[in-house]
């Protein structure tokens, strides 16, 4: 019964990572979190609800932590009135503090605080925006987690919910731009839904997840559209001496709905995108640095008007 529940789980990509198996040289890496993302917000993640997006929002080396992390995302725009419409290039830039506490064995919170600084070109010149963004809680229940290290596999299966704060300022002038995610705020509040699943046979794992995100609407009457994001990674753990090298490998998804204003749906404002997911942590002690890269190699974001470029990110964190 356990196995066909596993096969099923996996079948539907619901998925969260970690393990009570030990490394035999390091107590601080003894379970593996990727809470990976994409919990993302990503149309809006472009700017103005990027709290961790498909960087994702956990270590695989440090179960539970405290650290700062900065990432960079490009896209580029266009206003599609005409084929010769130029391209302008848009930065969103933040930087996060970041951490994952347990209240109990079972129970545990991801807080974000971000702080973001966007720019962009347009035909009158290049425009900047920065300011505190909207918080974002996480609470996660582990529902199943392999009791013995002398399984085969190691499994484990998480679910949760989060709220996202609306913190960060949302300017309504930017509402009718090419990319009405430049902005620091949604000026809203929104929920997540979160399951994670990962498998585990040694040092080897497939960390995935999905995470669906309902929006509401803000003061201004506006409301980004809802989104569904999915992910899967694979990681491997190397041992040298007194640190650990993590290599990982995976994919990212995201689909989100059509923005409303006053409850009406906003054209071109829905989308999609797929991008490869490139990272490598680094371990010794209580310390760990972390890296991130990712490039789209399928989208169609505001029906052609907005194109992600990359995506990239560093992090810094001290295991508690």
């Known amino acids: ?37 994409e919990l993302d917000d990503d ?55 970041w951490a994952r506490i347990p209240l109990s064995k079972k129970v545990q919170f991801t807080v974000v605080l971000p702080y ?17 963004g909207d ?14 290290d002398s399984t085969y596999f190691a499994h484990t299966l998480q679910m949760g919910l989060g709220v996202k704060l609306p913190l960060g300022k949302f300017n309504e002038g930017n509402n009718g731009s090419v990319n009405p995610s430049y902005q620091v705020g949604t000026g809203s509040w929104d929920y997540h839904f979160v399951t994670e699943y990962s498998i585990r046979r040694k040092k080897l794992g497939l960390n995935t997840q999905l995470n669906y ?20 990674t694979v990681f491997y753990l190397l041992e040298k001496n ?3 090298i993590a ?16 409850n009406q749906l906003l054209k071109n404002t829905s989308g999609n995108i797929i991008m490869t997911k490139l990272g490598l942590e680094i371990g010794k002690k209580n310390l760990s640095f972390g890296a991130t890269a990712m490039l789209p190699i399928k989208q169609n974001l505001t029906n052609g008007t ?5 995506r990239w990110s560093v992090n810094v964190n001290y295991a508690l």
């Open 213 to 232: 995100v309902v929006k509401t609407a803000n003061s201004k009457n506006y409301q980004f559209g809802n989104q569904f994001n999915y992910s899967g």
């Open 43 to 97: 149309c809006d993640a472009c700017g103005c609800s990027a709290s961790g997006g498909s960087m994702g929002f956990a270590s695989i080396l440090n179960t539970n932590f405290v650290g700062i992390r900065y990432f960079n995302q490009a896209y580029k725009s266009n206003d599609g009135l005409y084929s010769n419409s130029p391209w302008y290039a848009e930065q969103f830039n933040t930087t996060q503090i």
């Open 135 to 148: 918080a974002t809680i996480i609470g996660l229940y582990q529902i199943y987690q392999t009791k013995t």
């Open 247 to 262: 290599p990982q490998l995976g994919f990212a998804g995201e689909e989100y709905a059509e923005n409303r204003q006053h």
């Open 1 to 37: 019964m356990k196995y066909n529940l596993f096969l099923l789980i996996i079948t539907l990509q619901i998925g969260y990572a970690s393990s009570k198996d030990t490394l035999q040289n390091s107590k601080i890496f003894e379970k593996f979190h990727q809470f990976a993302a």
């Open 242 to 244: 007194d640190y650990t």
């Open 116 to 132: 973001h600084f966007h720019n962009r070109e347009t035909a009158t010149g290049k425009q900047n925006i920065s300011g505190i």
């Open 306 to 310: 907005v194109e992600a470029k990359y």
